[in-house]
């Protein structure tokens, strides 16, 4: 639609937005800033004597805590309130953090990493945007933050050597902790109180229905994907570091790969996924980055005598994994049922997690007993059976997500509102929320109009199209 028929935002819902998805940004800083230097650092540690599959460990255990906790994290926000929370979360994130700063063994340093995964306050966040934005405007929010993850993760790829230049990693993990602290402040004083917390199935996890979303096998195949994407990733950069010092690129110096990788990857990444949501071919550019991501992990395996060939495959795997990284929510929205979405995003980010500290492990491993060219197979391998997943899996249906707050007009008349809905030309599916008071829209992009929905919807004006 045009955005002069879109609902605006209130100052509040802005203001709420843009602070949690600053939020979110420093948590996700404080992961992914580590992610290029922590596997060279882990290795000089007293204990660790260079063993690779400690390494792994390391760099990986706070995915262990993060997959345990981000749910439960979520529920506790329900029953204790969504700050007080985050709050306790970015504590132990903090805690963690520091920890980490004055870790001077091994142990140490995998103790500090598991309380910095068990912070995981992402569900605890999404809830308190979805309490503090009304319906119609709830999408926009959401991919703020989106959009605010997936810059934070090039950006930290791109800083993190230059950084460690100046800190050292122990002065990236202090900063790292001085940021958290900072993030609570903005919650407590930028943030707006919520005037109510309720759920929102659009948005969060309900643990009575896990199980459909357990059974559905098209959303099965787009976890294991999420799962085998960021389980590539974590092994990836345990090896990769080490096998570009091996080849005279100091450790300060590792962004002369990354930032052309990253920026390239991202500028790739736009036009190709417009052209599959607009075009119907999300499928085609969704198995190409897929192919992509593989392309450049069997590459790598004879490309380790040169740098320029490598920053030219680490290049092809990042267009390939912002296209992934991009479009696995969105297809995960429009496979979902429209009061599961939450939940499913909730299994989602969960697996993504579990792929963490998988791929960490194995990754360490394989590098300790095959080298690099063991760690690049089993990464080309895991993509590949996922690859054969997902060339057999349906298209997603050209759908399009629609929330609508309930005018009292039809509160307990759903059934009528539903059939009236259910005659609009395009409509797939029509699901509401527990509490009656917002209806779900999953609709062909296609054939549908929103304004015949609104002239049905009393108090509706305007909707944000997903």
Same mark, same amino acid.
């Given at each position: 639609?045009?955005?002069?028929?879109?609902?605006?935002?209130?100052?509040?819902?802005?203001?709420?937005?843009?602070?949690?998805?600053?939020?979110?940004?420093?948590?996700?800083?404080?992961?992914?800033?580590?992610?290029?230097?922590?596997?060279?650092?882990?290795?000089?540690?007293?204990?660790?004597?260079?063993?690779?599959?400690?390494?792994?460990?390391?760099?990986?255990?706070?995915?262990?805590?993060?997959?345990?906790?981000?749910?439960?994290?979520?529920?506790?926000?329900?029953?204790?309130?969504?700050?007080?929370?985050?709050?306790?979360?970015?504590?132990?994130?903090?805690?963690?953090?520091?920890?980490?700063?004055?870790?001077?063994?091994?142990?140490?340093?995998v103790?500090?990493?598991?309380?910095?995964?068990a912070?995981?306050?992402?569900a605890?966040?999404?809830?308190?945007?979805?309490?503090?934005?009304?319906?119609?405007?709830?999408?926009?929010?959401?991919?703020?933050?989106?959009?605010?993850?997936?810059?934070?993760?090039?950006?930290?790829?791109?800083?993190?050597?230059?950084?460690?230049?100046?800190?050292?990693?122990?002065?990236?993990?202090?900063?790292?902790?001085?940021?958290?602290?900072?993030?609570?402040?903005?919650?407590?004083?930028?943030?707006?109180?919520?005037?109510?917390?309720?759920?929102?199935?659009d948005?969060?996890?309900?643990?009575?229905?896990?199980?459909?979303?357990?059974?559905?096998?098209?959303?099965?195949?787009?976890?294991?994907?999420?799962?085998?994407?960021?389980?590539? $990733?974590?092994?990836?950069?345990t090896?990769?570091?080490?096998?570009?010092?091996?080849?005279?690129?100091?450790?300060?110096?590792?962004?002369?790969?990354?930032?052309?990788?990253?920026?390239?990857?991202?500028?790739?990444?736009?036009?190709?996924?417009?052209?599959?949501?607009?075009?119907n071919? $999300?499928?085609?550019?969704?198995?190409?980055?897929?192919?992509?991501?593989?392309?450049?992990?069997?590459?790598?395996?004879f490309?380790?005598h040169?740098?320029a060939?490598?920053?030219?495959?680490?290049?092809?795997?990042?267009?390939?994994?912002?296209?992934?990284?991009?479009?696995?929510?969105?297809?995960?929205?429009?496979?979902?049922?429209?009061?599961?979405?939450?939940?499913?995003?909730?299994?989602?980010?969960?697996?993504?997690?579990?792929?963490?500290?998988?791929?960490?492990?194995?990754?360490?491993?394989?590098?300790?007993?095959?080298?690099?060219?063991?760690?690049?197979?089993?990464?080309?391998?895991?993509?590949?059976?996922?690859?054969?997943?997902?060339?057999?899996?349906?298209?997603?249906?050209?759908?399009?997500?629609?929330?609508?707050?309930?005018?009292?007009?039809?509160?307990?008349?759903?059934?009528?509102?539903?059939?009236? $809905?259910?005659?609009?030309?395009?409509?797939e599916?029509?699901?509401?929320?527990?509490?009656?008071?917002?209806?779900?829209?999953?609709?062909?992009?296609?054939?549908?109009?929103?304004?015949?929905?609104?002239?049905?919807?009393?108090?509706?004006?305007?909707?944000?199209?997903?």
């Amino acid at each position: 639609m045009a955005r002069s028929n879109r609902t605006q935002m209130f100052p509040e819902e802005w203001r709420a937005s843009t602070s949690l998805a600053g939020v979110y940004a420093l948590r996700m800083l404080g992961m992914f800033l580590v992610l290029p230097v922590l596997a060279l650092y882990t290795a000089s540690l007293e204990g660790v004597n260079g063993d690779k599959q400690m390494v792994g460990l390391a760099i990986g255990a706070y995915g262990l805590t993060q997959a345990l906790l981000q749910i439960p994290l979520g529920l506790a926000s329900d029953k204790f309130g969504r700050k007080k929370v985050i709050y306790f979360g970015l504590l132990v994130f903090a805690a963690g953090c520091f920890m980490a700063a004055f870790a001077e063994s091994w142990e140490m340093l995998v103790a500090a990493r598991i309380v910095q995964g068990a912070g995981a306050v992402s569900a605890a966040v999404t809830a308190l945007v979805a309490d503090l934005t009304r319906d119609e405007v709830r999408t926009r929010a959401m991919s703020m933050i989106g959009l605010t993850i997936g810059l934070t993760f090039s950006v930290s790829l791109v800083l993190s050597p230059i950084l460690t230049g100046w800190l050292d990693v122990p002065g990236l993990f202090a900063m790292m902790g001085i940021l958290t602290l900072i993030s609570i402040g903005v919650v407590a004083w930028i943030t707006p109180n919520p005037k109510e917390s309720r759920l929102h199935e659009d948005t969060q996890a309900l643990p009575s229905r896990l199980g459909e979303v357990l059974k559905d096998t098209q959303l099965l195949r787009l976890n294991f994907g999420i799962f085998a994407l960021h389980a590539a $990733l974590m092994a990836l950069f345990t090896a990769l570091p080490f096998a570009l010092v091996d080849l005279g690129l100091t450790d300060n110096r590792h962004w002369k790969v990354y930032l052309p990788a990253t920026v390239i990857g991202l500028i790739a990444m736009v036009p190709l996924i417009i052209i599959g949501e607009t075009r119907n071919k $999300l499928k085609q550019v969704f198995i190409g980055g897929i192919v992509c991501v593989i392309a450049a992990q069997i590459a790598l395996v004879f490309s380790l005598h040169s740098i320029a060939v490598i920053t030219v495959c680490m290049i092809i795997y990042f267009i390939g994994f912002n296209i992934l990284e991009a479009s696995l929510p969105s297809m995960v929205s429009k496979i979902a049922p429209s009061d599961l979405k939450g939940t499913a995003m909730g299994v989602y980010n969960t697996l993504q997690s579990v792929g963490l500290v998988v791929g960490s492990a194995c990754g360490g491993y394989l590098l300790k007993h095959y080298g690099f060219s063991g760690v690049f197979i089993f990464c080309s391998l895991l993509t590949l059976v996922w690859l054969l997943i997902a060339a057999t899996a349906p298209a997603p249906r050209p759908v399009k997500n629609m929330g609508f707050t309930v005018g009292e007009t039809w509160q307990g008349r759903e059934t009528e509102l539903y059939s009236a $809905l259910k005659n609009l030309p395009a409509v797939e599916e029509i699901q509401f929320s527990q509490d009656h008071k917002t209806v779900y829209i999953k609709a062909l992009q296609k054939g549908f109009d929103p304004k015949a929905a609104e002239a049905i919807i009393s108090g509706v004006k305007n909707v944000i199209i997903e």
